[in-house]
């Protein structure tokens, strides 16, 4: 019993120790820091060159979204930092060898030089990340929780951080075992996630950049509105346009949609009038709902 008590105590502290050596050496290595800088980037140019122009700079729940990106913030590196730390790791792959597998990785993509591994864990992550935005969608359970992230009725780079808590352990869960899969390691997991960081605050932002051909692979504001927006197809009842950072997956398995210029479409969804506006009631909202919309 002291001993499960001296494990919990000794991971909040390196957590605490861990945050705290974030937080105070701003660096290249340092998500805290990026998190702030990639926000700054995009709140300057929705100020300077905005899309929608009838929409305030200050929009609607703007500071809910700036409280739900450090809280996230938070969320994820606690999650991060557990994954990477020797209890949970350890127990996994005790897990694993108790059913056989003593060698996780099956591609070693590490001893590929640095863009390639780079390159095939984003893919990897992205395509992941892709499907599970779909079950959050499809699942009545998940979407119940995704639905704080559909709450947004104007769009800004600071929504990209309005989730639900449960979809960090979601995401993070389902993409674990795949990234174990082809060995990518800690450090590529930051750079990956930082570059997704600035595509998902572009996605959300109310600006417009011509992307030219490549709007076939990367998501952009045009594209990711259609995903919010409180009128979805008949026929493809349960959304459109799901990619995270890139397009092509919805271009390849057709659940893309653009109609026409989304400016200024209704965003949410149906009963979006009743949903709690709170940070504390969104996040303890979705649990033991039953299936309803
Ligand atoms: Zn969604
Ligand atoms: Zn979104």
């Known amino acids: 019993m002291n001993n499960y008590f001296e494990i919990i105590k000794n991971a909040y ?108 864990g984003f893919l990897v992550r992205d395509f992941v990340q892709w499907n599970t935005h779909r079950l959050l969608h499809t699942v009545p359970a998940l979407w119940e929780f995704h639905k704080v992230h559909h709450s947004v009725e104007e769009m800004g780079f600071a929504a990209h951080l309005r989730y639900h808590w449960m979809e960090t352990i979601v995401y993070r869960s389902i993409e674990y075992i795949p990234l174990a899969l082809i060995g990518i390691g800690l450090r590529d997991f930051f750079i990956i996630h930082i570059f997704t960081l ?66 200024g479409i209704r965003l949410g969804f149906k009963g979006i009038k009743t949903f709690p506006k709170s940070f504390v009631s969104q996040i303890l909202y979705g649990f033991g709902k039953k299936n309803q919309n």
């Open 13 to 120: 502290f390196g957590y605490a120790n861990y945050l705290w050596s974030e937080i105070s050496n701003p660096s290249w290595h340092n998500y805290f820091y990026w998190l702030i800088g990639v926000s700054l980037f995009f709140f300057v140019l929705e100020a300077v060159r905005p899309w929608n122009k009838s929409q305030k700079l200050f929009r609607k729940d703007f500071w809910l979204d700036v409280f739900y990106m450090f809280f996230n913030f938070f969320l994820f590196s606690l999650i991060i930092y557990n994954a990477a730390s020797d209890v949970v790791v350890n127990f996994f792959y005790d897990l694993l060898a108790s059913i056989g597998i003593n060698n996780l990785v099956a591609f070693e993509v590490m001893s590929w030089p640095t863009w390639a591994h780079l390159l095939v």
């Open 198 to 263: 600035a595509v998902g605050h572009f996605n959300h932002s109310n600006i417009k950049v011509g992307l030219g051909p490549l709007k076939y692979i990367f998501n952009n504001p045009q594209m990711h509105i259609w995903h919010h927006a409180m009128e979805i197809p008949k026929d493809r009842p349960y959304g459109v346009n799901y990619g995270i950072t890139l397009s092509l997956w919805d271009y390849l398995f057709k659940t893309d949609y653009i109609p026409y210029e989304g400016k």
